[in-house]
T-cell receptor, first 110, second 115 residues
Framework: QKEVEQNSGPLSVPEGAIASLNCTYS??????FFWYRQYSGKSPELIMF????GDKEDGRFTAQLNKASQYVSLLIRDSQPSDSATYLC??????????FGTGTRLKVLA | EAGVTQSPTHLIKTRGQQATLRCSPI?????VYWYQQALGLGLQFLLW???????NRGNFPPRFSGRQFPNYSSELNVNALELEDSALYLC??????????????FGSGTQLSVL
């Protein structure tokens, strides 16, 4: 079983819609959860992090964490074509090793 | 404040040669991580250094090695290069080991091409 799983996509949403990206993880000891955005040919950029169960909002982005279900998600409201990228979920567990999912490719259609 | 810097940006080598990639972390960060990202694939964890010590390594052969210097900069060495080593090599840094909520910040990467 992969440690961090994401649907590879592509996830296509129309401009202005809500994009919902999901991630599951296998290590129940995981403590920190991150979302990175990676444009083609560029390095990952940290856009959200969450440590506690519940929702965390920052601008158009909302991260949601459910440790009981080992599930973390990212919502992007009012999606823009510039949001088109690959979104990587990362988990930091007890070994302090950051494990990344393979990413979900998001396409926002103008 | 400068972010994570990596050099060179691009590196072209032939099979069997050695490659050396360099990374300088964000000022104040002591942990350096190396990842390999082959075309179209996810980030594969290579190595983690903190306070000059190798703390963890991923499932890569011993020809992938590195070190961390007293100023916390790091070097990744890949010996006996193979064609499948062609990838984007990303360095990232974070703060003090033991803080599980430390965030990871990436450099712009070194694109290694093995011919």
């Amino acid at each position: 079983q992969k440690e961090v799983e994401q649907n590879s996509g592509p996830l296509s949403v129309p401009e202005g819609a809500i994009a919902s990206l999901n991630c599951t993880y296998s290590d129940r000891g995981s403590q920190s959860f991150f979302w990175y955005r990676q444009y083609s040919g560029k390095s990952p950029e940290l856009i959200m992090f969450i440590y506690s169960n519940g929702d965390k909002e920052d601008g158009r982005f909302t991260a949601q964490l459910n440790k009981a279900s080992q599930y973390v998600s990212l919502l992007i409201r009012d999606s823009q074509p510039s949001d088109s990228a690959t979104y990587l979920c990362a988990v930091n567990g007890g070994t302090y090793k950051y494990i990344f999912g393979t990413g979900t490719r998001l396409k926002v259609l103008a | 404040e400068a972010g994570v810097t990596q050099s060179p940006t691009h590196l072209i080598k032939t099979r069997g040669q050695q490659a050396t990639l360099r990374c300088s972390p964000i000022s104040g960060h002591t942990s350096v991580y190396w990842y390999q990202q082959a075309l179209g694939l996810g980030l594969q964890f290579l190595l983690w250094y903190d306070e000059g010590e190798e703390r963890n390594r991923g499932n890569f052969p011993p020809r992938f090695s590195g070190r961390q210097f007293p100023n916390y900069s790091s070097e990744l060495n890949v010996n006996a290069l193979e064609l499948e080593d062609s990838a984007l090599y990303l360095c990232a840094s974070s703060g003090r080991w033991g803080q599980s909520n430390e965030k990871l910040f990436f450099g712009s990467g070194t694109q290694l091409s093995v011919l």
